[in-house]
T-cell receptor, first 115, second 116 residues
Framework: AQKITQTQPGMFVQEKEAVTLDCTYD???????LFWYKQPSSGEMIFLIY??????QNATEGRYSLNFQKARKSANLVISASQLGDSAMYFC????????????FGTGTRLLVSP | NAGVTQTPKFRILKIGQSMTLQCTQD?????MYWYRQDPGMGLKLIYY???????DKGEVPNGYNVSRSTTEDFPLRLELAAPSQTSVYFC???????????????FGPGTRLTVT
């Protein structure tokens, strides 16, 4: 069964607008972590934000915030005030348990920011 | 700090050849990983290591071998290369102490491998 689902293959947004990238996950563990990574056209993987399953508050990192809805098993990434440099692939990933660091990735969403 | 470095950046192999992808990290991280990324897909874990001398299989280990003799290095060996191994390979590292925390994985720049 697919553990991380990203249903939006591509998203378009205008510069300075906010955009939400969807991510749903499947796990029977009580302890897990959710990550978002950005992959620009140059290919490197850049860590953006992390949410632990026990964190009560939604994670925020600058213009990035993670809308964590545990009951719905969703961990959507919100980018506020989009910039041209935000154009990239975005991957949601999950780590199950606390002891291991293995990440399972979704298939990604390509975001294009237009002027 | 160079972070995670990988060599080579690009490589073309013929079917049946072997090669080793090198990965080195200078952050004293205990965990290291190898992923592959096929076109249009997310990353899949090949092997990982929780410390020197300890390795384990990930989701897609067939056709690969690893070793971890030092904290810094985690080479990935491809034996008898096949076209199905054409992919971009990423090495990553992270630090974990007693589990938990927010140990994001730091990725290398990737190696683009083509097997023809």
């Amino acid at each position: 069964a697919q553990k991380i689902t990203q249903t939006q293959p591509g998203m378009f947004v205008q510069e300075k607008e906010a955009v939400t990238l969807d991510c749903t996950y499947d796990t029977s563990d009580q302890s897990y972590g959710l990550f978002w990574y950005k992959q620009p056209s140059s290919g490197e993987m850049i860590f953006l934000i992390y949410q632990g399953s026990y964190d009560e508050q939604n994670a925020t990192e600058g213009r990035y915030s993670l809308n964590f809805q545990k009951a719905r098993k969703s961990a959507n990434l919100v980018i506020s005030a989009s910039q041209l440099g935000d154009s990239a692939m975005y991957f949601c990933a999950m780590r199950e348990g606390l002891g291991f660091q293995k990440l399972v990735f979704g298939t990604g969403t390509r975001l294009l920011v237009s002027p | 700090n160079a972070g995670v470095t990988q060599t080579p950046k690009f490589r073309i192999l013929k079917i049946g050849q072997s090669m080793t992808l090198q990965c080195t990290q200078d952050m004293n991280h205990n965990y290291m990983y190898w992923y592959r990324q096929d076109p249009g897909m997310g990353l899949k874990l090949i092997y990982y290591s929780v410390g020197a001398g300890i390795t384990d299989k990930g989701e897609v280990p067939n056709g690969y071998n690893v070793s971890r003799s030092t904290t810094e290095d985690f080479p990935l060996r491809l034996e008898l290369a096949a076209p199905s191994q054409t992919s971009v390979y990423f090495c990553a590292s992270s630090y974990s102490k007693g589990g938990g925390g927010a140990p994001e994985q730091y990725f290398g720049p990737g190696t683009r491998l083509t097997v023809t």
